[in-house]
C-alpha cells in the first residue's frame, strides 16, 4: 500500500523541497546508460581518410607535411585513406595565373602527397569532378551553372562514353610511371549536383550505361585497380542501387560511395548500404565537412557533433570514411590563417584531428558489433555508441553531448581482463588514457560517462576463460566474399583466389 506523507511545517516544508532537489541532481549524476553488446557482426572497417587539397581544392604540392602528420600506424591520427581529385587533363582547362594558385592543375600537383601516403601504408584513390571537357556537352570541364557558362548544361556526351575508361587509364599510367600505384578510382564527384566550377552531370540511367556497357575497358589488370560508383552529393541509393542490381554492372562495382550534404548518414547511406552488404561491396562515406562556414575555430560541441556524425556512418555500414579537406581552420591540420589564431598554426595538428583518432587509431581493421542501449528515464541524454572486435580486443565507442555525467553499465559477449578508457572532454582536453581496473575475468562492468565526452574503451578479450562462440552474422550480409590474386573483387570465383569472411580473416582457396 502506498503512504504519502504531507509536510506543513514551513521549516519542514523548505528542508523537504532541498532535500528533493538535491536527491534529483544527485539521481541525475548516478543515472546509468546499459549498452549490451552481442556478437552478431557486420560490415569490416577499412578505414579513415581525407582529401589532400586545401583552399580552392588546391592540391598542397610539395607541401607534405599534413600528410606526414596524419596518415600511417605511428602517427597520433592513424588515416589510412587518401583522396585526390584526377583533374580533366595532364595540360588541364584552367590557368592557375588566372585565379591566383600556384600549383599547377594536373595530375602532377597530387603525387607528392600521394608518395608520402603510399609510404605510410595508405590507400590513394581518384575522383574526377569532370572528365576532359572536349568529351562533354557544353565543351569544357565547367558544370556549366552560370550566365558566364552560358547555363549550359555539362554532361558526358554518348559518343565519348568509349572514351571515359580508357581516359582513366591515362592517370593511372602516368601515376605507376611515377611511383603511385592507385588503390581505386571513382566515376564521378556529385553526379547530381550542377555547379560552376569544375563538374559532370551524369543521371542513374547514365551511370548504368556507362559501367555496364564501358567499364570492360578499365585496365584492372595492369593497375591492380578497384572501381568506385560515381558519388551523390546526398549518397542517393538510386546511384547505387541501379548499378547493383544489374548483373552486368555490378561486376564492375567494388566500392559504393557518397557524399552526406543534407541527408544525415541514417537515412540514405543506411539504405544504399543494404543492397552492398548482400552483395559483398564496400560502402565509402568519401566527402563531408562539419561545421565548415565558421568564421571561427570550432568549439567542443561541434566538435562532438563530429563524432556523432562518424559514428552515425559506421551504424549505417560504412566501411571507409574520407573527410573532406585535411587542412583548414575547421579541419585536422592547421592553415595559419591569422584571422583564425590563436590555435590554427600552420601545419600543425588540430582538435579536429584528435576526435577522428577515436576511431581511425582503433576502428580501423576491426568488425562492428550489435548493440543495444537502455537510457535511464529522467536523464534526457543524448546518447550514442557502437562497438566492435578487432583480434583480442573488445572497443566501445560511446559519446554523450549534455551536461550530465552518468555511469555507463556494460554487458559484454566476451570476458575481458583489461582495459583502458581514450577520453576527449575539450578542444583541450583530448585522448586522456586511463586504466580501467579489472581484478578478474568479466563479462560486465560499470565504467565513468563523463559530461560532453567522447569516449573509447578498449577491452582486451580473455580467451583463456571465454569460448568465442560461433559468430552470428547479419541476416543481410553474406558470409564471405571472393578476390582474385589482385585483390579485385569477383562473384563468380575461379582457380586460386581470396576469400574474405565477414569477420575480417580471410584464407587462400581453390575454387573449382
Not at 90 to 112: E, H, M, N, Q, R
Not at 158 to 163: G, Q, R, S
Request: glycine share 8%; with cysteine.
Amino acid at each position: 500500500m502506498n503512504k504519502f506523507i504531507t509536510v506543513t511545517n514551513p521549516t519542514l516544508r523548505r528542508l523537504s523541497a532541498a532535500f528533493l532537489a538535491l536527491a534529483a541532481v544527485t539521481a541525475i549524476e548516478a543515472a546509468t546508460i546499459t549498452v549490451t553488446v552481442k556478437d552478431i557482426r557486420y560490415q569490416t572497417v577499412t578505414g579513415f581518410g581525407a582529401a589532400a587539397c586545401d583552399g580552392a581544392m588546391c592540391p598542397f604540392g610539395s607541401d607534405t607535411q599534413p600528410v606526414r602528420l596524419l596518415y600511417g600506424p605511428t602517427s597520433k591520427i592513424g588515416l589510412n585513406i587518401m583522396r585526390m581529385e584526377i583533374s580533366p587533363n595532364f595540360k588541364g582547362d584552367i590557368s592557375f595565373a588566372d585565379v591566383g594558385w600556384d600549383t599547377p592543375y594536373d595530375w602532377k600537383g597530387s603525387l607528392p602527397c600521394a608518395k608520402e601516403a603510399k609510404k605510410r601504408g595508405a590507400l590513394v584513390f581518384g575522383t574526377p569532378w569532370s572528365p576532359p571537357g572536349e568529351y562533354k556537352t557544353n565543351g569544357t570541364a565547367q558544370g556549366g551553372n552560370s550566365e558566364s557558362q552560358g547555363y549550359k548544361r555539362g554532361e558526358l556526351r554518348k559518343d565519348c562514353y568509349d572514351k571515359f575508361f580508357p581516359w582513366l587509364n591515362t592517370f593511372l599510367d602516368y601515376m605507376k610511371k611515377n611511383g603511385v600505384d592507385v588503390d581505386a578510382v571513382s566515376i564521378q564527384n556529385e553526379p547530381d549536383w550542377w555547379v560552376n566550377y569544375s563538374g559532370c552531370l551524369y543521371s542513374p540511367e547514365q551511370q548504368l550505361d556507362l559501367v555496364k556497357n564501358h567499364a570492360d575497358a578499365l585496365d584492372r589488370e595492369t593497375y591492380g585497380v578497384r572501381l568506385i560508383s560515381a558519388e551523390p552529393l546526398g549518397f542517393d541509393p538510386k546511384y547505387s542501387n541501379m548499378l547493383l542490381n544489374d548483373p552486368q554492372a555490378r561486376k564492375h562495382i567494388d566500392i559504393i560511395a557518397g557524399h552526406l550534404y543534407g541527408h544525415p548518414p541514417l537515412v540514405n547511406m543506411k539504405n544504399a548500404a543494404v543492397l552492398a552488404a548482400k552483395y559483398g561491396k564496400e560502402v565509402w562515406m568519401t566527402e563531408h565537412s562539419v561545421s565548415d562556414n565558421l568564421n571561427r575555430l570550432p568549439d567542443w560541441h561541434e566538435q562532438l557533433i563530429f563524432a556523432e556524425e562518424l559514428n552515425e556512418c559506421m551504424l549505417a555500414g560504412c566501411t571507409g570514411y574520407i573527410y573532406w579537406y585535411m587542412r583548414a581552420h575547421w579541419a585536422f591540420v592547421g592553415t595559419g590563417e591569422t584571422k583564425y589564431n590563436p590555435g590554427n598554426a600552420k601545419n600543425t595538428l588540430l582538435p579536429r584531428a584528435y576526435v577522428m583518432s577515436h576511431f581511425s587509431k582503433h576502428v580501423t581493421g576491426s568488425t562492428r558489433l550489435e548493440t543495444l542501449s537502455s537510457v535511464a528515464t529522467g536523464t534526457n541524454s543524448a546518447f550514442e555508441t557502437s562497438a566492435y572486435i578487432k583480434g583480442d580486443s573488445l572497443i566501445v565507442m560511446a559519446i554523450d553531448t549534455t551536461k550530465n555525467a552518468l555511469d555507463l553499465k556494460l554487458q559484454l559477449p566476451f570476458k575481458v581482463k583489461s582495459g583502458t578508457h581514450l577520453l576527449s572532454t575539450a578542444n583541450d582536453n583530448l585522448c586522456k588514457e586511463l586504466p580501467i581496473e579489472i581484478n578478474e575475468p568479466v563479462d560486465g562492468l560499470t565504467v565513468d560517462l563523463p559530461a560532453r565526452s567522447l569516449n573509447t574503451y578498449i577491452f582486451m578479450i580473455d580467451r583463456g576463460s571465454t569460448a568465442i562462440k560461433e559468430v552470428q552474422r547479419e541476416k543481410d550480409a553474406v558470409t564471405s566474399v571472393y578476390y582474385d590474386l589482385h585483390g579485385r573483387r569477383t562473384d563468380n570465383p575461379h582457380g586460386i583466389c581470396i576469400e574474405r569472411f565477414a569477420d575480417g580473416t580471410s584464407r587462400k582457396v581453390i575454387v573449382e
